[in-house]
């Protein structure tokens, strides 16, 4: 078997969907798992017989682990909660992420550390997904008390927090002035905090707010109109971080790291600091974790002088994800960025062989096409799951992601290099924050002439 790790991945991802979508005894199941690995060891001379077992113990093994992350901790809040509950909680504890205005609420995930209800007091533990009405100043690691109802999540609710929690008003909020929370983070997110203000020191708040997106991933400055147009033309991945970034980032620091003559092996370690930097700093979110873990792996193959093998590594990120949170495989960010990456692995290469392409002479039309094949082994690979979650098909995605894709890598590095630049000397971040601008209109511009043309979209 040449992958063998992508079919042990296949097979750990089938056992969990299996738990997702049936409920099943985890006794029986346990003790079914540890007869098959038994057997896959008597069997182990037998290559045939011994892979069905053993992948059938893998299979298992994806069941076992989903039932096992659905158990709540011993002290988690969510076993003093329900679906649906009237009792009124407080809850002490501390901001865990960077607060996000969205709708006209401030979001954030909240670290219990206490809840109080009925005259009585527990210490517990778990993370709250807070939804505060209106705009409120808050920051990561600052303390507080929360007074309002809490309910547990629904199962199809994929969130990774162990409760929800909805207050009106900020008079159900009480400030501790402590703060908590480890220093790593809070200088990320201060140095976030820092770059999010030099792009709305220095660009309009159009321009500011889609370079923030594909910097930082931060989606909250964006017109609904114009996340609406790039849904349309299929290109809205470009606003959100994820590989496309992570990639960039690796480039840019690998090829100034080689500019100053580091040595090889210690420039290849300095570029994965890197990337575990910018995912702090975006918030870790999932995309950018799972983008972030993938590019590691891939290094780690260079580091030890092996070719990088991008199924491998494709596997390799993909179990990591599913053994910290086996929930990631069911969010709709997870499957997009896996099955389009699926598709260009294994549907690209083999279209380029089809057409011939490696037979074109001129090098500038053997890129194009190359681009067209990468985009269209994308959207064939994603169009299913992007009709049935969004409702809507885009066939003008092809042509569209071969001019739009370009000019998102030229915002996001004339983004950062304005941010380098400001950092040093604030005087000189105004011709590049011209360049943005410019950039900016232009794509916005692109993207509109593609969702005017005859049956560019469809909804369905």
């Not at 960010?333 to 037979?359: D, G, H, M, N």
Request: glycine share 6%; hydrophobic share 50%; with cysteine.
């Amino acid at each position: 078997m040449k992958t063998p790790l992508a079919f042990f991945t296949f097979c750990f991802s089938l056992g969990v969907v299996c738990a997702y979508l049936i409920k099943v005894p985890f006794w029986f199941v346990y003790v079914l798992g540890v007869t098959f690995t038994l057997v896959s060891l008597l069997l182990i001379k037998r290559e045939l017989s011994f892979h069905i077992i053993f992948f059938c113990s893998v299979f298992i093994l994806g069941i076992l682990h989903f039932e096992v992350s659905s158990f709540p901790p011993k002290r988690s809040i969510s076993r003093y909660l329900h679906h649906n509950n009237d009792q009124v909680y407080a809850i002490k504890g501390y901001v865990n992420n960077n607060p996000a205005i969205q709708d006209g609420r401030t979001v954030f995930i909240f670290r219990v550390e206490r809840l109080q209800f009925n005259q009585s007091s527990y210490k517990t533990s778990g993370d709250i997904l807070v939804y505060l009405k209106g705009t409120k100043a808050l920051s990561y690691g600052e303390e507080l008390i929360l007074l309002g109802k809490a309910r547990r999540p629904h199962r199809a609710f994929k969130s990774g927090v162990a409760a929800v929690m909805h207050l009106q008003n900020s008079s159900k909020l009480i400030r501790l002035n402590k703060n908590k929370g480890d220093i790593i983070r809070r200088s990320a997110f201060y140095l976030k905090n820092k770059i999010e203000g030099i792009f709305l020191k220095h660009l309009s708040p159009l321009a500011a707010g889609i370079v923030d997106a594909m910097v930082l991933g931060e989606k909250g400055h964006i017109s609904p109109v114009i996340y609406d147009a790039m849904v349309k033309s299929g290109t809205v991945h470009i606003l959100v971080v994820s590989g496309f970034n992570v990639g960039i980032i690796a480039f840019i620091s690998g090829l100034f790291l080689k500019i100053l003559r580091i040595p090889r092996k210690l420039r290849y370690f300095l570029v994965i600091v890197v990337l575990i930097f910018y995912c702090f700093i975006t918030g870790a979110s999932t995309p950018v974790v799972r983008a972030t873990v993938m590019g590691i792996f891939l290094i780690l193959g260079y580091i030890l002088r092996r070719e990088a093998d991008i199924t491998n590594s494709f596997s390799l990120a993909m179990l990591f994800i599913l053994f910290v949170d086996p929930q990631a495989l069911f969010s709709i960010s997870f499957q997009l960025s896996y099955i389009s990456v699926a598709a260009i692995v294994y549907l690209y290469p083999r279209l380029r062989s089809f057409l011939k392409v490696e037979r074109i002479k001129i090098n500038p039309l053997k890129l194009i096409v190359d681009g067209c094949l990468v985009s269209f082994s994308a959207w064939l690979g994603t169009m299913g799951f992007i009709a049935y979650y969004f409702k809507i098909f885009s066939p003008v995605t092809l042509l569209a992601n071969i001019f739009v894709v370009p000019l998102a890598t030229l915002i996001t590095l004339s983004g950062l290099s304005m941010v380098v630049v400001a950092l040093i000397s604030p005087f000189l971040a105004g011709p590049l924050a011209s360049t943005n601008e410019i950039l900016v209109i232009l794509l916005l511009k692109t993207n509109t002439l593609f969702i005017n043309l005859p049956f560019a979209y469809f909804y369905l």
